[in-house]
């Protein structure tokens, strides 16, 4: 009688149990929802971080290890494109019909030593993904909603016999933007969408 009442009261609490973390999913809780985030190996914080960096690069001024010291260094550091001479002069010298002596000093100059001349393209990011919104929806692929921040920062550098010639910058001090996704079939969508392309073939 005793053990009979002790298995009922394991069962009572047990379902209890169900119902409290059905009811948590069911009341949306956005804590259990994915996040990530990427980044580039970088040694700057934020956008304004690299942007000071990038302005204290002087062309014909400017050694490679002074490049390095300001975080810009091509040989080591992830994430930089080497840009072989005649794409160089496409980017920096894209309309023929400018004459040379119009161009910046430095291009000039890396446009008279050909091939000894080298680019550096240096690309840092940060971004962050958190998915909000009901639980249970995204859960069952119904609806997602994907906040993106984050920043990105590019710089063109170009070099020449341990010489920094010529620097641009660009990029995005602050990215903020919003993937929605809705799937009318909700587990069943990625299904549907396959019958539907084997269905066209």
Not at 35 to 53: I, L, M, W
Not at 169 to 183: H, I, P
């Amino acid at each position: 009688m005793v053990l009979a009442a002790r298995e009922n009261l394991k069962d009572k609490m047990l379902k209890r149990l169900l119902i409290a973390c059905l009811l948590v999913v069911l009341c949306g809780c956005t804590g259990l929802l994915p996040k990530g985030s990427s980044d580039t190996p970088v040694r700057f914080e934020n956008f304004e971080q690299a942007k000071a960096a990038a302005e204290r690069i002087v062309g014909r001024q400017t050694t490679v290890e002074e490049l390095k010291a300001l975080g810009f260094d091509p040989v080591t550091r992830p994430n930089v494109t080497l840009i072989p001479y005649p794409e160089i002069v496409a980017k920096l010298a894209p309309y023929p019909g400018v004459p040379v002596e119009q161009l910046d000093s430095g291009i000039q100059q890396c446009i008279r030593e050909q091939s000894a001349c080298r680019g550096y393209q240096f690309h840092f990011e940060r971004q962050d993904r958190k998915r909000e919104g009901n639980f249970l929806l995204d859960f069952l692929n119904f609806k997602r909603d994907t906040y993106i921040t984050g920043w990105w920062f590019d710089a063109l550098i170009v070099v020449s016999d341990g010489l920094v010639l010529f620097r641009n910058y660009g990029g995005q001090a602050a990215t903020d933007r919003v993937e929605k996704q809705s799937n009318p079939l909700g587990p069943l969508q990625p299904s549907g969408e396959a019958a539907g392309v084997y269905l066209l073939h």
